[in-house]
């Protein structure tokens, strides 16, 4: 099935996966093949895949619906009307920006803007790398703490739009010091 879709691709479209897509696509592939081949399938199949990869790739869409045999344009309204679904995959270092009542009246709007300014990327979108994704969320339930953002699963309280820039920070020596460990113990 994989294949036969990939071979609808042009040069460019196919290009743009990258070797961890196509990990994810040829795992659904075999994933799907556990799936009862019924439209009522649907939504569980895209819930599998959501669960299993935290995302659901265009592609995988695509072998859904012919896995099922419904349309594309069935797979996407069901895909677009249910807020769990993300098109993205999920960074490495997930953010959470809660704009609920208390962290939107302390300034969670410029909390959010600052971290988009900073990662160059817009909520709901990962970095080209998979380093970071960015995400509004209505309420994480640290009203107490607002403004709130949820760095993978670290609660950093009190997020001033300077702070936005020493989080990235942190998760960046982070990064550099587990790099350098792993330099270390393959010598």
């Known amino acids: 099935m994989l294949d036969r879709i990939l071979a609808t691709l042009d040069e460019s479209e196919k290009a743009a996966i990258d070797e961890e897509e196509l990990a994810v696509l040829k795992a659904v592939a075999d994933e799907l093949l556990s799936v009862p081949q019924e439209s009522l399938q649907l939504l569980p199949a895209l819930q599998m895949i959501q669960t299993k990869h935290g995302y659901l790739p265009r592609l995988a869409l695509r072998m859904v619906a012919e896995h099922l045999a419904v349309t594309i344009g069935n797979v996407y309204g069901i895909a677009t009307f249910y807020n769990q679904f ?11 920006v809660c704009l609920g009542t208390a962290c939107h009246v302390k300034g969670g709007e410029i909390i959010l803007e ?4 900073r990662l160059g990327i817009k909520e709901n979108e990962t970095s080209e790398d998979r380093e970071y994704s960015l995400e509004r969320v209505a309420c994480i ?3 107490a703490l607002a403004p709130a953002v949820v760095v993978g699963e670290k609660v950093e ?4 739009p300077s702070k936005v820039e020493g989080i990235i920070t942190e998760i960046e020596v982070r990064k550099e010091m587990a790099a350098r460990e ?3 113990n393959e010598d």
Do not use: L, W
């Open 157 to 160: 309280a009190y997020v001033t």
């Open 114 to 117: 600052n971290f988009e300014r």
């Open 86 to 96: 993300r098109f993205n995959p999920p960074g490495r270092n997930p953010i959470k």
């Open 182 to 184: 792993q330099e270390k």
């Open 141 to 143: 339930g640290c009203c």
